[in-house]
T-cell receptor, first 113, second 111 residues
Framework: DTEVTQTPKHLVMGMTNKKSLKCEQH?????MYWYKQKAKKPPELMFV???????INESVPSRFSPECPNSSLLNLHLHALQPEDSALYLC????????????FGPGTRLTVT | TQLLEQSPQFLSIQEGENLTVYCNSS?????LQWYRQEPGEGPVLLVT?????EVKKLKRLTFQFGDARKDSSLHITAAQPGDTGLYLC???????????FGTGTRLQVTL
């Protein structure tokens, strides 16, 4: 089973709202990722967690706050977003951060109004 | 900075035709992945190639890694409408967790 699940599928939020995106995998993978993808562009890496610790932050604005409560779960907390943050947010996982094979979830389509 | 250029950017063909998508770089990669992404969905991993000159087949799809591990190709035989989507190559080198994604090839297969 190579399934990564994400909730919600769609999210509309105002610029003053606080919301969270959730990601879950049960493959025993120890590395998890958040990506942002704009229309017709490849995914852009935001954060990497390895063994539940944040290992890479690609200079993402602090209005995005990741959290890894355990090895199966990954959250992305959103606060005071801008309209330009509207995008498809993808979660991915891999066996470890030494593994190149990443498995993606279906994404959350975020619209900031 | 590692870059992966894909060509063509967009391809519209009829069912039954053959096609090849290219993924090129001036950098050497330890491995290269190919993904297919449908609109509004996440990329789905199709294959990983790690050895220079390696060829892998997945039904009607044939993937090749260049001898120097700087480029790759994806060949589809007898394309079907279900092959429609965005094809992304992604290379890994050094820090495995940081993949370099290609620029993408959007394929449309019509009846």
């Amino acid at each position: 089973d190579t399934e990564v699940t994400q909730t919600p599928k769609h999210l509309v939020m105002g610029m003053t709202n606080k919301k969270s995106l959730k990601c879950e995998q049960h493959m025993g993978h120890r590395a998890m990722y958040w990506y942002k993808q704009k229309a017709k562009k490849p995914p852009e890496l935001m954060f990497v967690y390895s063994y539940e610790k944040l290992s890479i932050n690609e200079s993402v604005p602090s209005r995005f706050s990741p959290e890894c409560p355990n090895s199966s779960l990954l959250n992305l907390h959103l606060h005071a977003l801008q309209p330009e943050d509207s995008a498809l947010y993808l979660c991915a996982s891999s066996q470890s951060d030494y593994s190149y094979e990443q498995y993606f979830g279906p994404g959350t389509r975020l619209t900031v109004t | 900075t590692q870059l992966l250029e894909q060509s063509p950017q967009f391809l519209s063909i009829q069912e039954g035709e053959n096609l090849t998508v290219y993924c090129n770089s001036s950098s050497v990669f330890s491995s290269l992945q190919w993904y297919r992404q449908e609109p509004g969905e996440g990329p789905v991993l199709l294959v990983t190639v790690v050895t220079g000159g390696e060829v892998k087949k997945l039904k009607r799809l044939t993937f090749q890694f260049g001898d120097a591990r700087k480029d790759s190709s994806l060949h589809i035989t007898a394309a079907q409408p279900g092959d429609t989507g965005l094809y992304l190559c992604a290379g890994g080198a050094g820090t495995a967790s940081k993949l370099t994604f290609g620029t993408g090839t959007r394929l449309q297969v019509t009846l």
